[in-house]
């Protein structure tokens, strides 16, 4: 099984380019995160790996055979007059790969529907639809599975659920999935692509892109911390600072070994009552938030990463 | 499930069949019993001191109703049952699940075509018979074999529509637009078709043969018959290379 790449990928619409020329590289057998802000191409992408959408220039390789590549999408519709289980039967069918009824119950069993096997999809919530579009997706027994945003509909208990199926699949199935939940992105993915703007910004391993992020302090005194906000938003080594809980400071470091220095004298100089210093940690969404500034305390120069 | 099976659930569970054999059957049913109490119901709402004279009426004339109805009602029937099961993209959540699955547009084309043109004129042929039973209940003998050589040249005819249907389907996305343009081709053609024999080759020709056979009025209908049968045949082609190429 070969992996999932594409080769400066470009899809323009009239004057607008949607994708600037995207060259993904998804290792088989791995889960691999696309994450970006709306409108940066995510979805766009998916639909031409699903063959929805044509690519204006660059190509697609698939890795496997079309009708092994399976596609979640954001908003899974399927004929209201249908059951649950007739819906994965027409899934499996329309593949030529048909199921056993006992099969296709298992497979809504996985996703959390057997009670509504029977019932038709007309009346499905939103979450139940999600469900039902990951079950319609993997009946098939698919190599790949391009999955947008397919946790999005749902519950915290349902987000879990869905979150461990997709992460079950690792190593046997090449996932490609978008989520703004970059938690989620955190927890599964091993690999992640950032988008802005239509063009790739970032792709690497996850703990890569955490290593690489910027630097930052967390800080607590006793509040209040006014003047030492401001003395710490006039320091040079300082790339910006914000508190959270009163007291609690975040300081994003643009020089490490000047803060490591400075710190103490801008700390005894403001006569502040220290309780707590240590290392702040980095999420993927204050990279995310980095890498496409749009970030609520942004905007950052370009790091280069 | 296979792409014929769930065809068949959606001409059941959507009730378009249901929708098909109710107007043919009312047709079938209605229109011999109007023609037989046509006296009576022109004399009923004629002004006092008119007197109207109304021929006789007979078993062809009740046909023709019958026929004349189905030219225009049930073809309209059949471009709004048959655009609704063939604009795939009508409904872009629907069309990617399809889309993703079945990867060539001629098996996600010919079970839909095949089933809705079926449908239609196996009830087509419902609506006949109940005008047969109705006919000879009434009048008397009906021309059996003229009456069966109608409903295979409607029948034919239906296979345009659904094919013109098929067509417009494959450039124009929502169902309201396909029956729309549907209509307004299928309309131009009848007025064409009306025009001296220039066109009388055209299909409109055959959508109310019925009609015309009882009558012993058919004359020259194989230029028609010819075209009508090849027709399908071009149109399907042409939905089918431009469903190919379509984005969603």
């Given at each position: 099984?070969?992996?999932?790449?594409?080769?400066?990928?470009?899809?323009?619409?009239?004057?607008?380019?949607?994708?600037?020329?995207?060259?993904?590289?998804?290792?088989?057998?791995?889960?691999y995160g696309l994450v970006g802000p709306n409108g940066s191409g995510k979805t766009t992408t998916l639909e031409?790996?699903?063959?929805?959408?044509?690519?204006?220039?660059?190509?697609?390789?698939?890795?496997?055979?079309?009708?092994?590549v399976a596609y979640c999408p954001d908003a899974a519709e399927f004929e209201p007059w249908l059951s649950a289980i007739e819906v994965l039967d027409a899934a499996a069918g329309l593949l030529r790969r048909p199921r056993s009824r006992a099969a296709l119950g298992?497979?809504?069993?996985?996703?959390?529907?057997s009670d509504a096997a029977n019932r038709r999809v007309g009346g499905f919530?939103?979450?139940?639809?999600?469900?039902?579009g990951l079950a319609a997706g993997l009946i098939g027994e698919p190599k790949c599975l391009i999955a947008d945003e397919p946790a999005a509909a749902l519950d915290p208990e349902g987000r879990w659920e869905i979150i461990d199926i997709l992460s079950d699949l690792a190593g046997s199935v090449t996932v490609l999935v978008t989520s703004h939940d970059l938690a989620d992105v955190e927890r599964i993915c091993d690999r992640i692509g950032v988008l802005a703007k239509g063009r790739l910004v970032y792709q690497g391993d996850v703990k890569d892109l955490l290593?690489?992020?910027?630097?930052a302090l967390?800080?607590?005194?006793?509040?209040?911390?006014?003047?030492l906000l401001a003395a710490l938003a006039d320091a040079p080594w300082v790339r910006s600072v914000k508190e959270g809980e009163p007291g609690e400071l975040r300081i994003d470091i643009g020089d490490p070994r000047s803060a490591e220095v400075r710190l103490p004298e801008v700390l005894a100089d403001c006569e502040v009552r220290l309780v707590e210093v240590g290392r702040a940690g980095v999420s993927l969404q204050d990279v995310f938030f980095e890498l496409t500034a749009t970030g609520p305390y942004r905007p950052l120069k370009a790091r280069g990463l | 499930m296979g792409p014929w099976r769930l065809e068949l659930l959606r001409t059941w569970r959507t009730r378009r069949l249901i929708a098909l054999a109710a107007v043919f059957l009312i047709l079938g049913l209605g229109m011999p019993l109007l023609t037989y109490f046509l006296p009576e119901i022109v004399k009923g709402s004629a002004a006092k001191g008119v007197q109207i004279t109304v021929p006789k009426q007979t078993a062809p004339d009740a046909i023709t109703g019958f026929a004349s109805n189905v030219a225009q009602l049930g073809t309209l029937v059949v471009v709004l049952v048959a655009a609704a099961s063939l604009a795939i993209d009508a409904n872009r959540g629907l069309a990617v699940f399809y889309r993703t699955r079945v990867h060539r547009a001629t098996l996600l084309v010919l079970p839909r075509y095949v089933v809705v043109t079926a449908a239609s004129i196996?009830?087509?042929?419902?609506?006949?018979?109940?005008?047969?039973?109705e006919t000879t209940v009434l009048f008397g003998t009906v021309p059996f074999g003229a009456l069966m050589i109608g409903l295979a040249l409607e029948g034919l005819w239906f296979c345009f529509v659904t094919s013109v249907v098929v067509l417009f389907a494959s450039f124009i996305r929502s169902v309201l637009g396909v029956v729309g343009v549907s209509i307004a081709?299928?309309?131009?053609?009848?007025?064409?078709?009306?025009?001296?024999?220039?066109?009388?080759?055209?299909?409109?020709?055959?959508?109310?043969?019925?009609?015309d056979l009882i009558h012993h009025s058919a004359g020259d209908i194989w230029h028609a018959v010819f075209v009508t049968a090849i027709a399908p045949l071009v149109g399907i082609w042409l939905a089918l290379n431009r469903l190919g190429k379509r984005e969603l």
């Open positions: 099984m070969k992996g999932l790449r594409t080769f400066g990928l470009v899809k323009t619409y009239g004057a607008t380019e949607a994708l600037g020329g995207i060259d993904l590289d998804v290792p088989a057998g791995t889960i031409i790996l699903a063959g929805l959408r044509r690519p204006s220039a660059g190509r697609v390789d698939l890795g496997v055979a079309e009708d092994l298992e497979m809504l069993e996985r996703v959390g529907l919530s939103r979450g139940m639809h999600s469900r039902l290593a690489r992020a910027a630097p967390r800080v607590v005194v006793r509040p209040p911390a006014g003047r | 196996a009830m087509l042929a419902l609506g006949t018979f109940a005008a047969l039973y081709v299928l309309l131009s053609l009848a007025l064409l078709e009306g025009l001296p024999s220039a066109f009388s080759w055209l299909p409109t020709r055959l959508a109310s043969s019925g009609a």
